[in-house]
Protein backbone atom coordinates (compact mmCIF):
# COMPACT_ATOMS: atom_id res chain seq x y z
CA UNK A 1 0.00 0.00 0.00
CA UNK A 2 1.34 3.53 -1.00
CA UNK A 3 0.14 6.77 0.28
CA UNK A 4 -0.52 10.47 -1.80
CA UNK A 5 -0.39 13.76 0.74
CA UNK A 6 -1.35 16.75 -1.81
CA UNK A 7 1.07 20.12 -0.71
CA UNK A 8 -1.36 22.68 -1.83
CA UNK A 9 0.28 26.26 -3.10
CA UNK A 10 -2.86 27.98 -3.96
CA UNK A 11 -1.33 31.26 -4.39
CA UNK A 12 0.67 30.11 -7.45
CA UNK A 13 -1.87 27.58 -8.34
CA UNK A 14 0.62 24.60 -7.95
CA UNK A 15 0.77 21.50 -6.16
CA UNK A 16 3.24 19.31 -4.77
CA UNK A 17 3.54 15.78 -3.58
CA UNK A 18 4.61 13.69 -0.82
CA UNK A 19 4.44 9.68 -1.81
CA UNK A 20 5.46 6.90 -0.76
CA UNK A 21 4.54 3.66 1.94
CA UNK A 22 5.52 2.62 5.72
CA UNK A 23 9.54 3.37 5.59
CA UNK A 24 10.36 5.88 2.84
CA UNK A 25 8.57 8.48 0.38
CA UNK A 26 9.35 10.74 -2.62
CA UNK A 27 8.71 14.14 -3.43
CA UNK A 28 7.79 15.41 -6.39
CA UNK A 29 8.19 19.08 -7.73
CA UNK A 30 8.58 20.95 -4.21
CA UNK A 31 8.20 24.29 -2.96
CA UNK A 32 10.89 26.38 -2.12
CA UNK A 33 9.83 26.38 1.80
CA UNK A 34 10.88 23.25 2.39
CA UNK A 35 10.00 23.18 5.84
CA UNK A 36 6.52 22.51 4.63
CA UNK A 37 7.67 19.49 3.56
CA UNK A 38 9.65 18.10 5.92
CA UNK A 39 7.10 18.69 8.17
CA UNK A 40 4.33 16.56 6.16
CA UNK A 41 7.04 13.99 6.01
CA UNK A 42 7.31 13.50 10.00
CA UNK A 43 3.64 13.50 10.49
CA UNK A 44 4.00 10.15 8.14
CA UNK A 45 6.99 9.23 9.81
CA UNK A 46 8.66 8.35 6.66
CA UNK A 47 11.80 9.06 5.46
CA UNK A 48 12.17 11.46 1.99
CA UNK A 49 14.28 8.72 -0.40
CA UNK A 50 13.87 10.74 -3.36
CA UNK A 51 13.25 14.31 -4.83
CA UNK A 52 12.19 14.21 -8.03
CA UNK A 53 11.59 17.25 -10.65
CA UNK A 54 9.14 16.93 -13.62
CA UNK A 55 10.81 19.84 -15.23
CA UNK A 56 13.21 23.09 -14.17
CA UNK A 57 10.28 25.15 -13.34
CA UNK A 58 9.59 28.52 -15.49
CA UNK A 59 6.97 29.58 -12.44
CA UNK A 60 8.24 28.97 -9.47
CA UNK A 61 11.76 28.99 -7.21
CA UNK A 62 12.32 25.14 -6.58
CA UNK A 63 13.61 24.00 -2.92
CA UNK A 64 14.08 20.63 -4.40
CA UNK A 65 17.71 21.23 -4.06
CA UNK A 66 17.71 22.48 -0.45
CA UNK A 67 15.32 19.31 0.39
CA UNK A 68 17.53 16.62 -0.83
CA UNK A 69 20.90 18.10 0.90
CA UNK A 70 18.71 18.23 4.38
CA UNK A 71 17.26 15.30 3.78
CA UNK A 72 19.88 13.52 2.60
CA UNK A 73 17.60 12.00 -0.57
CA UNK A 74 18.82 11.56 -3.97
CA UNK A 75 17.80 14.48 -6.29
CA UNK A 76 16.64 13.55 -9.42
CA UNK A 77 16.17 15.72 -12.43
CA UNK A 78 16.18 14.99 -16.12
CA UNK A 79 19.16 14.32 -17.90
CA UNK A 80 18.31 16.47 -20.71
CA UNK A 81 17.79 19.39 -17.91
CA UNK A 82 21.41 21.87 -18.08
CA UNK A 83 21.64 22.67 -14.30
CA UNK A 84 24.81 23.78 -12.36
CA UNK A 85 24.76 21.54 -9.65
CA UNK A 86 24.99 17.48 -9.01
CA UNK A 87 22.11 15.67 -9.16
CA UNK A 88 20.93 12.08 -10.19
CA UNK A 89 20.33 12.63 -14.18
CA UNK A 90 17.32 10.57 -15.20
CA UNK A 91 16.34 9.25 -18.84
CA UNK A 92 13.23 7.68 -19.96
CA UNK A 93 12.48 4.10 -18.52
CA UNK A 94 14.97 4.78 -15.32
CA UNK A 95 13.81 3.24 -11.95
CA UNK A 96 13.97 4.34 -8.32
CA UNK A 97 13.19 2.43 -4.78
CA UNK A 98 11.05 4.32 -2.97
CA UNK A 99 10.16 1.43 -0.33
CA UNK A 100 9.54 -2.11 0.23
CA UNK A 101 7.48 -2.92 -2.87
CA UNK A 102 7.43 0.46 -4.02
CA UNK A 103 9.24 1.96 -7.17
CA UNK A 104 9.53 5.34 -8.83
CA UNK A 105 9.38 5.19 -13.00
CA UNK A 106 10.72 7.55 -15.43
CA UNK A 107 8.60 8.71 -18.65
CA UNK A 108 10.01 11.07 -20.89
CA UNK A 109 7.11 13.61 -21.91
CA UNK A 110 8.06 16.59 -23.13
CA UNK A 111 6.00 19.32 -24.53
CA UNK A 112 5.66 21.70 -21.37
CA UNK A 113 10.00 21.84 -22.08
CA UNK A 114 11.83 19.87 -23.94
CA UNK A 115 12.94 17.83 -20.91
CA UNK A 116 10.09 17.36 -19.32
CA UNK A 117 9.91 13.73 -17.64
CA UNK A 118 6.90 12.39 -15.75
CA UNK A 119 7.15 10.12 -13.18
CA UNK A 120 4.93 6.81 -12.19
CA UNK A 121 4.95 5.48 -8.79
CA UNK A 122 4.83 1.49 -8.53
CA UNK A 123 3.19 -0.81 -6.52
CA UNK A 124 4.09 -4.39 -6.57
CA UNK A 125 5.06 -3.75 -10.68
CA UNK A 126 1.84 -2.11 -11.21
CA UNK A 127 0.86 1.64 -11.51
CA UNK A 128 -0.59 3.12 -9.19
CA UNK A 129 -0.08 6.84 -9.34
CA UNK A 130 1.11 9.22 -12.33
CA UNK A 131 2.89 12.23 -11.20
CA UNK A 132 2.69 14.49 -14.37
CA UNK A 133 3.73 17.95 -13.38
CA UNK A 134 3.33 20.40 -16.70
CA UNK A 135 2.55 17.51 -19.04
CA UNK A 136 -1.01 15.90 -18.76
CA UNK A 137 -3.17 18.43 -16.90
CA UNK A 138 -7.04 18.33 -15.38
CA UNK A 139 -8.98 18.40 -19.03
CA UNK A 140 -5.84 20.42 -20.47
CA UNK A 141 -2.05 20.50 -20.73
CA UNK A 142 0.57 22.36 -19.75
CA UNK A 143 1.62 25.56 -22.10
CA UNK A 144 4.09 24.79 -24.73
CA UNK A 145 5.78 28.53 -25.30
CA UNK A 146 7.64 29.26 -21.99
CA UNK A 147 11.22 27.56 -23.43
CA UNK A 148 11.75 29.40 -26.98
CA UNK A 149 9.30 30.92 -29.05
CA UNK A 150 10.55 29.23 -32.18
CA UNK A 151 9.54 25.46 -30.13
CA UNK A 152 6.64 26.46 -28.92
CA UNK A 153 5.10 24.51 -31.96
CA UNK A 154 7.47 21.63 -31.74
CA UNK A 155 6.69 21.48 -28.17
CA UNK A 156 2.51 22.04 -28.82
CA UNK A 157 2.75 18.40 -30.87
CA UNK A 158 5.31 17.19 -28.34
CA UNK A 159 2.57 17.56 -25.66
CA UNK A 160 0.39 15.77 -27.82
CA UNK A 161 2.76 12.38 -28.18
CA UNK A 162 2.74 12.75 -24.43
CA UNK A 163 -0.49 13.19 -23.34
CA UNK A 164 -0.91 9.42 -25.78
CA UNK A 165 1.84 8.04 -24.52
CA UNK A 166 0.68 8.09 -20.81
CA UNK A 167 -2.50 7.12 -21.86
CA UNK A 168 -1.59 4.05 -23.52
CA UNK A 169 0.71 3.23 -21.14
CA UNK A 170 -1.28 3.59 -17.88
CA UNK A 171 -5.06 2.01 -16.81
CA UNK A 172 -7.78 3.74 -17.06
CA UNK A 173 -7.94 3.81 -12.94
CA UNK A 174 -4.18 5.43 -12.21
CA UNK A 175 -4.73 8.71 -10.79
CA UNK A 176 -3.05 11.50 -12.23
CA UNK A 177 -1.21 14.23 -10.09
CA UNK A 178 -0.10 17.18 -12.01
CA UNK A 179 1.63 20.09 -10.77
CA UNK A 180 0.36 22.58 -12.91
CA UNK A 181 -3.42 23.79 -13.96
CA UNK A 182 -4.81 25.30 -10.80
CA UNK A 183 -4.75 28.54 -11.26
CA UNK A 184 -1.13 28.34 -12.82
CA UNK A 185 0.01 30.59 -15.58
CA UNK A 186 1.71 27.41 -17.25
CA UNK A 187 -1.48 25.68 -17.84
CA UNK A 188 -3.00 26.55 -21.18
CA UNK A 189 -6.59 26.39 -19.90
CA UNK A 190 -8.31 26.52 -16.41
CA UNK A 191 -7.97 23.28 -15.23
CA UNK A 192 -12.05 22.05 -14.37
CA UNK A 193 -12.36 19.54 -11.44
CA UNK A 194 -9.35 18.89 -8.36
CA UNK A 195 -8.82 15.33 -9.09
CA UNK A 196 -8.79 12.78 -12.02
CA UNK A 197 -7.43 9.70 -13.75
CA UNK A 198 -6.30 8.71 -17.20
CA UNK A 199 -9.36 7.13 -17.57
CA UNK A 200 -11.40 10.42 -17.43
CA UNK A 201 -8.73 12.67 -19.17
CA UNK A 202 -9.05 9.59 -21.93
CA UNK A 203 -12.70 11.14 -22.25
CA UNK A 204 -12.62 14.45 -21.68
CA UNK A 205 -8.61 15.98 -22.67
CA UNK A 206 -8.60 17.97 -25.82
CA UNK A 207 -4.89 16.19 -26.07
CA UNK A 208 -6.58 12.95 -25.89
CA UNK A 209 -9.76 13.58 -28.29
CA UNK A 210 -8.33 15.69 -30.97
CA UNK A 211 -5.98 14.92 -34.33
CA UNK A 212 -2.77 16.61 -33.76
CA UNK A 213 -3.60 19.37 -36.00
CA UNK A 214 -6.52 20.41 -34.37
CA UNK A 215 -5.40 20.13 -31.01
CA UNK A 216 -2.02 22.36 -31.80
CA UNK A 217 -4.09 25.28 -33.69
CA UNK A 218 -6.73 25.31 -30.57
CA UNK A 219 -3.52 25.26 -28.08
CA UNK A 220 -1.75 27.99 -29.76
CA UNK A 221 -4.65 30.62 -30.27
CA UNK A 222 -5.41 29.80 -26.63
CA UNK A 223 -2.70 31.07 -25.22
CA UNK A 224 -2.52 33.84 -22.77
CA UNK A 225 0.40 36.26 -21.36
CA UNK A 226 3.29 35.21 -19.62
CA UNK A 227 4.04 37.09 -16.68
CA UNK A 228 6.94 38.91 -16.41
CA UNK A 229 8.70 37.36 -13.30
CA UNK A 230 8.95 33.80 -15.52
CA UNK A 231 11.80 34.90 -17.30
CA UNK A 232 14.37 35.04 -13.64
CA UNK A 233 12.42 31.69 -12.32
CA UNK A 234 14.28 28.85 -14.95
CA UNK A 235 17.75 30.60 -14.96
CA UNK A 236 17.37 30.54 -10.89
CA UNK A 237 16.38 27.22 -11.46
CA UNK A 238 19.29 25.61 -13.29
CA UNK A 239 21.87 27.68 -11.06
CA UNK A 240 20.77 26.21 -8.28
CA UNK A 241 18.59 28.23 -5.59
CA UNK A 242 19.92 29.24 -2.16
CA UNK A 243 18.13 28.28 1.07
CA UNK A 244 15.29 30.58 2.10
CA UNK A 245 15.47 33.17 4.27
CA UNK A 246 12.16 33.00 6.22
CA UNK A 247 13.35 35.17 9.16
CA UNK A 248 11.02 38.08 9.95
CA UNK A 249 11.86 41.64 8.14
CA UNK A 250 13.13 44.51 10.40
CA UNK A 251 10.22 46.80 11.40
CA UNK A 252 10.04 49.84 9.55
CA UNK A 253 8.61 53.28 10.95
CA UNK A 254 6.70 56.18 9.90
CA UNK A 255 10.04 58.00 8.72
CA UNK A 256 11.38 55.05 6.95
CA UNK A 257 8.32 53.94 5.16
CA UNK A 258 8.25 57.31 3.82
CA UNK A 259 12.32 57.46 3.07
CA UNK A 260 11.82 54.28 0.93
CA UNK A 261 8.48 55.79 -1.05
CA UNK A 262 10.91 58.79 -1.50
CA UNK A 263 13.64 56.80 -2.56
CA UNK A 264 11.15 54.88 -5.69
CA UNK A 265 11.20 51.60 -3.87
CA UNK A 266 7.65 49.43 -3.79
CA UNK A 267 5.30 49.95 -0.28
CA UNK A 268 2.77 47.29 -0.56
CA UNK A 269 -0.44 47.24 1.41
CA UNK A 270 -1.67 43.67 2.19
CA UNK A 271 -4.62 44.67 3.41
CA UNK A 272 -7.79 43.47 1.89
CA UNK A 273 -8.92 46.32 -1.13
CA UNK A 274 -11.66 47.78 1.34
CA UNK A 275 -9.50 48.63 3.93
CA UNK A 276 -7.07 50.12 1.53
CA UNK A 277 -9.54 52.12 -0.33
CA UNK A 278 -10.90 53.99 3.37
CA UNK A 279 -6.98 54.95 4.67
CA UNK A 280 -3.73 53.97 2.93
CA UNK A 281 -0.30 55.73 2.89
CA UNK A 282 0.20 57.84 0.17
CA UNK A 283 2.20 56.35 -2.72
CA UNK A 284 1.61 52.57 -1.18
CA UNK A 285 -0.14 49.69 -3.61
CA UNK A 286 -2.19 47.44 -2.75
CA UNK A 287 -1.78 43.78 -3.18
CA UNK A 288 -4.13 41.83 -1.08
CA UNK A 289 -2.73 39.21 0.79
CA UNK A 290 -5.74 36.68 0.33
CA UNK A 291 -5.37 37.10 -3.36
CA UNK A 292 -2.89 36.10 -5.90
CA UNK A 293 0.12 37.62 -4.31
CA UNK A 294 3.08 36.08 -5.35
CA UNK A 295 1.69 35.84 -9.23
CA UNK A 296 0.38 40.02 -9.42
CA UNK A 297 3.31 41.17 -7.61
CA UNK A 298 6.09 39.74 -9.12
CA UNK A 299 4.35 39.94 -12.62
CA UNK A 300 4.43 44.44 -11.51
CA UNK A 301 7.45 44.86 -9.70
CA UNK A 302 10.30 46.18 -11.22
CA UNK A 303 12.76 42.89 -10.77
CA UNK A 304 15.39 43.24 -7.67
CA UNK A 305 13.12 46.46 -6.39
CA UNK A 306 13.22 46.55 -2.45
CA UNK A 307 9.16 45.70 -1.54
CA UNK A 308 8.16 46.83 2.19
CA UNK A 309 5.23 45.13 3.35
CA UNK A 310 2.66 46.73 5.51
CA UNK A 311 -0.75 44.41 7.36
CA UNK A 312 -2.36 44.30 10.27
CA UNK A 313 -0.86 41.53 11.76
CA UNK A 314 2.87 39.91 11.98
CA UNK A 315 0.85 36.50 10.61
CA UNK A 316 0.11 38.45 7.66
CA UNK A 317 3.51 39.62 6.61
CA UNK A 318 4.95 36.30 7.38
CA UNK A 319 2.31 34.43 5.02
CA UNK A 320 3.39 36.58 2.46
CA UNK A 321 7.56 36.55 2.90
CA UNK A 322 6.67 33.17 2.18
CA UNK A 323 4.88 33.28 -0.47
CA UNK A 324 6.54 35.30 -2.27
CA UNK A 325 10.17 33.63 -1.39
CA UNK A 326 8.55 30.94 -3.70
CA UNK A 327 8.73 33.34 -6.55
CA UNK A 328 12.18 34.79 -6.19
CA UNK A 329 11.56 37.69 -3.96
CA UNK A 330 13.66 36.88 -0.91
CA UNK A 331 13.83 39.23 1.49
CA UNK A 332 11.09 42.15 2.04
CA UNK A 333 13.41 44.89 2.77
CA UNK A 334 11.12 45.82 6.02
CA UNK A 335 7.79 45.45 7.19
CA UNK A 336 5.27 47.35 9.66
CA UNK A 337 2.29 46.35 11.26
CA UNK A 338 -0.71 47.36 13.17
CA UNK A 339 -2.72 51.15 12.86
CA UNK A 340 -1.93 52.60 9.41
CA UNK A 341 -1.92 55.66 11.41
CA UNK A 342 1.21 55.07 12.53
CA UNK A 343 2.96 54.45 9.23
CA UNK A 344 2.33 58.15 8.49
CA UNK A 345 4.67 60.63 10.24
CA UNK A 346 3.23 63.19 12.68
CA UNK A 347 1.00 65.85 10.91
CA UNK A 348 0.37 63.51 7.25
CA UNK A 349 -3.31 61.98 6.91
CA UNK A 350 -3.67 58.49 5.12
CA UNK A 351 -4.86 58.85 1.54
CA UNK A 352 -8.45 57.37 0.55
CA UNK A 353 -10.78 56.87 -2.96
CA UNK A 354 -13.41 55.82 -3.25
CA UNK A 355 -15.49 51.95 -4.47
CA UNK A 356 -18.18 51.74 -6.91
CA UNK A 357 -20.25 49.24 -8.46
CA UNK A 358 -21.11 49.12 -12.27
CA UNK A 359 -24.63 50.40 -11.08
CA UNK A 360 -22.49 53.40 -9.94
CA UNK A 361 -20.71 53.78 -12.74
CA UNK A 362 -23.60 54.08 -15.47
CA UNK A 363 -25.02 57.08 -13.54
CA UNK A 364 -21.49 58.52 -13.57
CA UNK A 365 -21.05 58.09 -17.17
CA UNK A 366 -24.44 59.89 -17.99
CA UNK A 367 -23.36 62.80 -15.87
CA UNK A 368 -19.92 62.85 -17.74
CA UNK A 369 -15.85 63.19 -17.21
CA UNK A 370 -15.58 59.76 -16.53
CA UNK A 371 -12.61 57.60 -18.21
CA UNK A 372 -13.67 53.72 -17.86
CA UNK A 373 -10.34 51.89 -17.33
CA UNK A 374 -10.20 48.07 -18.19
CA UNK A 375 -7.31 45.95 -16.38
CA UNK A 376 -8.08 42.84 -17.78
CA UNK A 377 -6.04 40.41 -19.55
CA UNK A 378 -6.76 40.65 -23.70
CA UNK A 379 -7.91 37.37 -23.82
CA UNK A 380 -10.79 37.85 -20.71
CA UNK A 381 -11.94 41.09 -23.06
CA UNK A 382 -12.28 39.20 -26.01
CA UNK A 383 -14.03 36.01 -24.61
CA UNK A 384 -16.64 38.27 -22.16
CA UNK A 385 -16.77 41.71 -24.20
CA UNK A 386 -16.18 45.11 -22.76
CA UNK A 387 -17.54 48.66 -21.98
CA UNK A 388 -18.46 50.65 -24.65
CA UNK A 389 -15.79 53.28 -25.03
CA UNK A 390 -13.33 51.88 -22.13
CA UNK A 391 -9.80 52.10 -22.75
CA UNK A 392 -7.98 49.04 -22.07
CA UNK A 393 -4.51 48.59 -20.58
CA UNK A 394 -3.81 44.98 -18.28
CA UNK A 395 -3.19 45.26 -14.82
CA UNK A 396 0.52 44.30 -15.66
CA UNK A 397 0.86 46.20 -17.96
CA UNK A 398 -0.34 49.62 -16.12
CA UNK A 399 2.76 50.47 -14.32
CA UNK A 400 4.76 51.61 -17.51
CA UNK A 401 1.86 52.82 -19.74
CA UNK A 402 0.12 55.15 -16.58
CA UNK A 403 0.75 57.90 -18.37
CA UNK A 404 -1.82 56.67 -21.52
CA UNK A 405 -4.70 56.97 -19.42
CA UNK A 406 -6.77 59.76 -20.18
CA UNK A 407 -7.50 62.88 -18.29
CA UNK A 408 -10.44 62.76 -15.85
CA UNK A 409 -11.38 60.23 -12.83
CA UNK A 410 -10.37 56.92 -13.96
CA UNK A 411 -13.12 53.99 -12.66
CA UNK A 412 -11.32 50.96 -12.87
CA UNK A 413 -12.55 47.85 -13.25
CA UNK A 414 -11.40 43.97 -13.87
CA UNK A 415 -13.76 40.90 -13.63
CA UNK A 416 -14.10 40.88 -9.89
CA UNK A 417 -12.47 43.37 -8.06
CA UNK A 418 -9.16 42.68 -6.95
CA UNK A 419 -7.22 43.30 -9.84
CA UNK A 420 -8.99 46.90 -10.14
CA UNK A 421 -7.79 46.86 -6.47
CA UNK A 422 -4.35 47.06 -7.70
CA UNK A 423 -5.10 48.99 -11.02
CA UNK A 424 -6.81 52.06 -8.62
CA UNK A 425 -4.09 52.18 -5.72
CA UNK A 426 -0.90 52.35 -8.94
CA UNK A 427 -3.10 55.20 -10.30
CA UNK A 428 -3.58 56.63 -6.90
CA UNK A 429 0.64 56.90 -6.10
CA UNK A 430 0.27 58.55 -9.27
CA UNK A 431 -1.85 61.35 -8.11
CA UNK A 432 -5.01 60.24 -10.58
CA UNK A 433 -8.27 60.69 -9.04
CA UNK A 434 -9.62 57.18 -9.21
CA UNK A 435 -12.77 54.92 -8.48
CA UNK A 436 -12.49 51.47 -7.43
CA UNK A 437 -15.34 49.04 -9.36
CA UNK A 438 -15.51 46.28 -6.83
CA UNK A 439 -17.83 44.24 -9.03
CA UNK A 440 -18.38 41.39 -10.71
CA UNK A 441 -17.78 41.87 -14.53
CA UNK A 442 -21.50 40.54 -15.35
CA UNK A 443 -23.34 43.12 -13.22
CA UNK A 444 -22.05 45.66 -16.00
CA UNK A 445 -24.82 44.66 -18.34
CA UNK A 446 -27.47 44.13 -15.81
CA UNK A 447 -26.15 48.32 -14.60
CA UNK A 448 -27.50 49.16 -18.61
CA UNK A 449 -23.96 49.81 -19.74
CA UNK A 450 -23.79 48.80 -23.23
CA UNK A 451 -20.96 46.06 -23.77
CA UNK A 452 -18.77 45.53 -27.55
CA UNK A 453 -17.38 42.72 -28.71
CA UNK A 454 -13.93 43.26 -30.47
CA UNK A 455 -15.76 41.36 -33.70
CA UNK A 456 -18.19 44.79 -33.60
CA UNK A 457 -15.32 46.80 -33.44
CA UNK A 458 -13.95 46.15 -37.31
Known amino acids: MFFVDTLELEGLGNRSYLAGGAGGAVVVDPPRDVDRVIAAAARRGVRIALVAETHVHNDYITGGLELARLTGARYLVPAAATVAYARVPVADGDTFPVDEGLVLRAIATPGHTPHHTSYVLE ?36 QHA ?24 CSSAQSEGDATTIGRERRHNDALTRDVDAFVA ?3 AGLDDVPAYYAHMG ?35 LRNR ?46 AQRELARVGIDRPAAAATGDPAAWVREGERLASFPRARFADLAGARERGGVVVLDVRRDREREADGFVD ?31 AAIAASLLDAAGRDVVAVDDGFGAAADAGLRLRRPADAR
Open 123 to 158: DGGRAGAAFTGGSLLIGTVGRPDLVEPRLTERLARA
Open 162 to 185: SAHRLADELDDDVPVHPTHGFGSF
Open 218 to 220: DLL
Open 235 to 269: PANAAGPAPVDLTPPRPADAEEIAARLAAGEWVVD
Open 274 to 319: VAFAEGHVAGAFNFEGEEKLATYLAWLVPWGKPVTLLAETSGQVAD
Open 389 to 419: GSVHIPVHELPRRTGEVPDGVVWVHCAGGAR
